[in-house]
Structures are given as C-alpha cells and as structure tokens.
C-alpha cells in the first residue's frame, strides 16, 4: 500500500482536498455499500483509513460514525493494514474531536496491529496519536511514542513524520491567531471550507 502521506502533504494539498470533496458522494456510496451484508468491508476500511481529508474539510463527525460501523462490521475484523490503518484514523479523528478515551481505546489495538502487519504509515499515525493522547495525561508519557514515531520516520526516509513530531498538540486546533501560522498548503485547502 502507498503511504498516502507522501502524496497529500505539500503544495497540492489543496488540490487534492478539492478532488476528493467532488467524490464526496461517491465514498459515501462505497461505505454504505461496504456495509452491506455480502459486500467488501475492507473497501471502506481503505476510504477512512486517511483521516486529513476528513478533518481538513470538516467532516470528522461523519468519518468517526462510518468508522465505528466499519470497524465492529464483521467482514473488517481481520488483522491487515486497512484495519489497522482505519483504527489509527478512528484513533486521529476522536483525539482532534476531544474525545480523548476513543483515541486512547483506538490506538491501544491499532499500535500493535499496524506493527504485526508491518505498515509504516499505520504505525506511525498511531504512534503519533498514542503520544498526543498521553500528552493530555502525562506529559513524560507521551515522549516515548513520539521518539518512536519519530525514528521510525526517520528510517523510512518519512519527512512527514519527523515534521510532526516537532508539531504542537493537535488539539489546539484553529484557535484565534493561528490560522495564519499553518503552512500555506493547508490554509488553501482549508479555506474554502473552514467555519468561522
């Protein structure tokens, strides 16, 4: 699998924000269909397991209620990377929500998961999740898995990760004054959508 990171972050961010909000209706007919009794549950695991789009654009409630139907569907029970994948998107998605019990809960199965089935970008978005959370608890806590996000990074040859290990708590979402201290390519693709 591609480790979507790669391609999302940098200058065309917005560009691909503008893509998939078009093919909006169409991912969400690839989640009720994966949903149905004899269809594929690993092809919604894939369309949620990206979580940036879906906070990007705003529209993280919906992701997290597809999520937790996908995750307890019976066909999305397998250890593979979808479903790892998927649980540390579920995982980044509660903890930007605030929900920081549904992160912790998340990405305690989707840390070892995405390790067992050898997924780097899976691995490192959980480890990165995992430290964020604990930072809320216990600030000492939270310093292993970030090192460990960030090693990991640093080995794939991953600057996305080795950037965000550096990154403030993600909590402290778009407060008053940091709108315009986000990276250029966020701020467009989040403009058009973005609540006042």
């Given at each position: 699998?591609?480790?979507?990171?790669?391609?999302?972050?940098?200058?065309?961010m917005a560009n691909w924000a503008d893509q998939l909000e078009a093919e909006l209706p169409n991912l969400r007919a690839a989640l009720a269909w994966s949903l149905e009794p004899r269809a594929d549950a690993t092809v919604g695991l894939d369309v949620l397991?990206?979580?940036?789009?879906?906070?990007?654009?705003?529209?993280?409630?919906?992701?997290?209620?597809?999520?937790?139907?996908?995750l307890a569907a019976p066909g999305a029970r397998a250890p593979t990377v979808g479903r790892a994948r998927c649980l540390a998107s579920a995982a980044y998605l509660a903890l930007m929500a605030g929900d920081h019990i549904a992160a912790l809960t998340q990405v305690q199965e989707a840390v070892p998961l995405a390790r067992a089935v050898q997924d780097v970008s899976g691995t490192w978005l959980?480890?990165?999740?995992?430290?964020?959370t604990l930072r809320h608890v216990d600030a000492a806590a939270a310093e292993p898995p970030h090192r460990e996000a960030y090693d990991l990074a640093r080995e794939a040859g991953y600057p996305v990760g080795m950037v965000a290990r550096m990154a403030p708590?993600?909590?402290?979402?778009?407060?008053?004054?940091?709108?315009?201290?986000?990276?250029?390519?966020?701020?467009s693709a989040e403009r058009p959508h973005r609540q006042s």
């Open positions: 699998m591609t480790r979507p990171e790669t391609v999302w972050f940098g200058p065309r397991s990206f979580p940036y789009f879906w906070d990007l654009r705003g529209h993280f409630g919906e992701a997290r209620d597809w999520q937790a139907r996908l959980a480890l990165t999740v995992l430290g964020h708590n993600p909590g402290l979402r778009h407060r008053a004054g940091t709108w315009h201290s986000r990276p250029a390519s966020v701020r």
